[in-house]
């Protein structure tokens, strides 16, 4: 949206809403025809002379003509209300929301990955050693190395994809990781000893890697820019009900038989099947076909994008996005968007998300407390009711406020937990820890569910699939590293850190929350144009929100 384009009202015409205009959420620009402008201030041209009347639609033309050659073209739809948008795009919207659906695969493999480790008949399944009580355990190299071989897919997945997805599409990818998706599920299905169970466990990596770096680029491309956010957290919402299903499938088994440690897994493919049902009607993405130089194609995918829109019109010029290399992401002002589309998620990793999420069910259990399922399942109904109010709210308040709250909370939790680590334990302690456990819980996948949006819409449009994945990766490196020592911390045959663990995230996690309140701007409702112009002027990123574009 433009403002202080008052200033052209004498000269500028006004577009009528809904009429021949590109929506504000496909990455190309697309210029205003002349039968759509209508004068501002009920100018009648029709009275005018010949030459005065040609005189303003050649201006009209030039203005309209600098927008493009700027790329700062709005469509005319970011006044809609949030709801008035979802209703004029229903949709674009839709589909949108059926693609985040496949992160629930995404949050069910990590969710079985950190808590299933805590299961009666997996243990005996796996189990290599025996304490001096006779029970049989997990050895700590073995639990980091399967958390940890996961993050190493997940590098691996999220540094190849967008080459792939680039030159091929994003349906391609889609495709792609879906496969590996099902040879991982395959190989959890037949796993009876740990090297095997290593090795379902780098597929999965992989497929999920190349999930997390395709879906958020693909919705940012594909969502009506008003909703956006919202839309982009819907990635998260998929992902917490994902994760929260695995810690139901494992209570209930835990507390019926927890010998038949195979059902969870079973229950994987019927994620898979609607996965593929979900990709069959998805459509390419708009922004694809564009930057590959198809204007036919991307028409075609808008206007199936775009069914029943009123008054869509699809036959518009095209603005080509220019190509670059994929090493532009670390050079000047993309650099900096590089740094911050990567930040909030690798904020995660340093404030507790390997020890509250991968390894919660874990952690509770080592740290002594009952029924530690039954506290998996209780924070993750939490992280549901948390991310429904986000999604609600997080175009109106905007990530940036989001994200710096929501990290300042989990980082305080942290020094709370930290704190009860050097308190003799008692009932009362163990309340507190459970309701701090909670508070960050809350503030976890709050900058999570901004945390994605970020990487989606921070970085330029010629560079996004590339700086979704190298971000996206960047955070599985610290990944690869707390996946290692959080086991050793825990494990009460380890080190037995305990609650003191909590002061090992809050030191290493305090320069990730500074930085979050000085590096992260506020994007929401910008359009991609409009975003460039903001880093491109170097505006601070307290300030984005109440910028004005230049006209």
């Given at each position: 949206m433009f403002h202080g384009r008052d200033t052209e009202a004498a000269n500028t015409p006004h577009r009528s809403r809904g009429c021949h205009e590109t929506l504000a959420f496909t990455p190309v620009i697309l210029p205003v025809t002349l039968s759509s402008t209508k004068p501002k201030h009920g100018v009648d041209n029709s009275k005018l002379d010949g030459d005065v009347a040609e005189y303003h639609v050649e201006e009209a033309l030039k203005t309209s003509q600098v927008k493009v050659e700027a790329g700062q073209l709005s469509s005319g739809y970011e006044s809609l209300s949030l709801w008035q948008t979802v209703k004029v795009f229903k949709v674009a919207s839709a589909y949108c929301f059926a693609a985040a659906f496949s992160a629930a695969t995404d949050g069910y493999q990590i969710g079985i990955n950190g808590s299933i480790i805590a299961n009666k008949g997996f243990v005996h399944q796996f189990a290599t050693a025996t304490n001096a009580d006779g029970d049989e355990y997990l050895t700590a190299p073995i639990l980091a190395g399967w958390s940890s071989i996961m993050s190493v897919g997940q590098i691996i997945g999220m540094l190849t994809i967008p080459f792939l997805s680039d030159k091929y599409g994003r349906k391609t990818a889609m495709w792609t990781y879906w496969t590996i998706l099902v040879s991982s599920v395959l190989c959890e299905t037949l796993a009876r000893t740990w090297p095997v169970w290593l090795v379902a466990k780098l597929l999965a990596g992989v497929g999920v890697g190349c999930l997390q770096s395709t879906l958020p680029v693909y919705i940012s491309e594909c969502a009506p820019t008003r909703i956006r956010g919202g839309l982009l957290m819907c990635y998260s919402l998929w992902w917490t009900i994902g994760s929260f299903f695995a810690y139901i499938a494992l209570q209930l088994l835990n507390r019926k038989n927890p010998n038949i440690w195979l059902?969870?897994?079973?229950?994987?493919?019927?994620?898979?099947?609607?996965?593929?049902?979900?990709?069959?009607?998805?459509?390419?993405?708009?922004?694809?076909?564009?930057?590959?130089?198809?204007?036919?194609?991307?028409?075609?995918?808008?206007?199936?994008?775009?069914?029943?829109?009123?008054?869509?019109?699809?036959?518009?010029?095209?603005?080509?996005?220019?190509?670059?290399?994929?090493?532009?992401?670390?050079?000047?002002?993309?650099?900096?968007?590089?740094?911050?589309?990567?930040?909030?998620?690798?904020?995660?990793?340093?404030?507790?998300?390997?020890?509250?999420?991968?390894?919660g069910t874990y952690f509770f259990q080592q740290a002594g407390l009952a029924d530690p399922f039954t506290i998996k399942c209780i924070t993750s109904s939490i992280n549901i009711t948390t991310l429904l109010v986000v999604v609600l709210v997080a175009d109106k308040i905007g990530r940036r406020r989001i994200s710096c709250f929501a990290t300042t909370l989990s980082w305080t939790a942290c020094v709370v937990i930290g704190i009860l680590g050097l308190i003799p334990r008692t009932i009362v302690t163990s309340n507190i820890f459970v309701l701090f456990v909670c508070l960050w819980n809350v503030g976890m996948i709050s900058n999570g569910a901004a945390g994605w949006g970020f990487i989606a819409e921070i970085s330029s449009l010629r560079l996004r699939p590339y700086t979704a994945g190298f971000g996206a990766a960047c955070t599985c490196v610290a990944g690869v590293i707390m996946n290692v020592l959080t086991p050793y911390m825990v494990n009460a045959n380890k080190w037995n850190w305990g609650f003191k663990t909590g002061w090992f995230y809050a030191g290493v996690g305090l320069p990730f929350l500074i930085g979050t309140w000085l590096l992260l701007p506020d994007t929401s409702g910008r359009t991609a144009a409009e975003v460039d112009e903001l880093f491109e002027r170097k505006i601070k990123p307290w300030r984005f929100s109440k910028t004005q574009i230049t006209a």
């Open positions: 059902t969870p897994i079973y229950t994987q493919w019927a994620q898979i099947g609607i996965m593929c049902i979900i990709y069959v009607f998805l459509p390419e993405s708009p922004a694809w076909c564009v930057s590959r130089g198809n204007a036919d194609g991307a028409k075609k995918q808008l206007m199936k994008l775009n069914r029943g829109v009123v008054d869509y019109d699809e036959e518009h010029q095209y603005q080509i996005i220019k190509k670059e290399h994929w090493y532009a992401i670390f050079r000047g002002t993309d650099g900096l968007r590089t740094v911050i589309s990567l930040w909030p998620n690798l904020t995660q990793q340093f404030i507790g998300l390997t020890l509250f999420a991968t390894f």
